[in-house]
């Protein structure tokens, strides 16, 4: 048995943590500060921590002096972070001897930082991955202890690849916990050359407009990448309404040549689109009066 401390957030640890309660070791779970306890598109870990009577902070910063004190006392032997939003600092890898663990949904040394299936799919990424590696001062460039890769088709969405990473991320636990906790595992340094980095910045969720004039695959993507149900969705516009585009159905070889944005055909709240080298039919969140061919969604 081992003393754990686990930063979560959201739904994405609590497969790991009924794994990790069923095999008996003592767990302090750091629970987001934002989360309010209230389910949303995902489970609130605070509240899964009270409804089974787990032990569990919430401090308001990682570097408050009577948290990280808490931590000393509760003297763990390992520390794991699953979708933690910040960053852990020198004070909590040293407590652990560098003992320190995350489950990063990416496949590493690619996108490094925020957003990280995101842009796997706008990049046209061939395969998406969920990487567990140490974790250093630098942001998720540590040495990768293991990985899991996906290869990312034309349905899949950011949203598909996170469900993905979340069921990936109990079988990485499972697999490996007890070659951490035992020190057995072996260290494999990250690719300097391959390696790129996203800040939270690199993404504008207020600006998911479609540029119809990229071309079909491009715009597949993006539609495909910002496809997060409810959270989130790509938009286009069309009589000065703003449509939210669900999902990509169809990519369709070269057509006739018009502008792009010009709507090809509609059938209920399927639409074909021109773009800048073909057409893609999306699906449409909602069905507008006058919505026809040879109209036109723009920016």
């Known amino acids: ?148 890769k996906m290869k990312i088709t034309l349905d899949d969405t950011t949203k598909s690849l996170y469900l993905w990473c979340i069921e990936q991320t109990l079988a990485l636990m499972k697999k490996n916990i007890n070659i951490l906790i035992n020190k057995q595992y072996i260290e494999i340094k990250q690719d300097k050359k391959k390696a790129c980095y996203y800040s939270r910045n690199s993404v504008n969720f207020e600006n998911s407009f479609i540029n119809w004039n990229k071309s079909r695959i491009e715009v597949s993507r993006f539609i495909q990448a910002f496809h997060f149900p409810p959270f989130q969705f790509s938009q286009t516009r069309f009589n000065n309404e703003i449509i939210p585009v669900s999902r990509v159905i169809k990519i369709k070889p070269k057509k006739r040549k018009t502008m792009p944005g010009i709507i090809l055909s509609v059938n209920s709240n399927q639409v074909e689109v021109q773009t800048g080298d073909g057409s893609i039919v999306v699906e449409i969140q909602k069905v507008l009066k006058g919505l026809k061919p040879d109209l036109m969604f723009y920016l």
């Open 1 to 148: 048995m081992a003393k754990i401390v686990l930063f979560g957030n959201g739904q994405a640890p609590i497969k790991s943590i009924v794994l990790l309660k069923n095999q008996l070791h003592q767990l302090l779970i750091i629970v987001d500060p934002k989360d309010d306890g209230c389910d949303s598109w995902q489970k609130s870990l605070l509240k899964y921590c009270t409804n089974n009577n787990l032990s569990f902070l919430q401090p308001n910063s990682f570097k408050d002096e009577e948290f990280l004190t808490q931590i000393k006392e509760f003297a763990p032997d390992i520390i794991f972070s699953i979708q933690c939003r910040h960053i852990i600092q020198r004070e909590i890898i040293d407590l652990v001897n560098g003992e320190i663990f995350n489950f990063h949904f990416a496949d590493l040394p690619q996108n490094r930082g925020c957003y990280p299936l995101l842009w796997h799919i706008l990049n046209g990424d061939k395969f998406a991955g969920l990487s567990l590696h140490k974790i250093t001062e630098g942001i998720d460039d540590g040495p990768i202890i293991d990985k899991v």
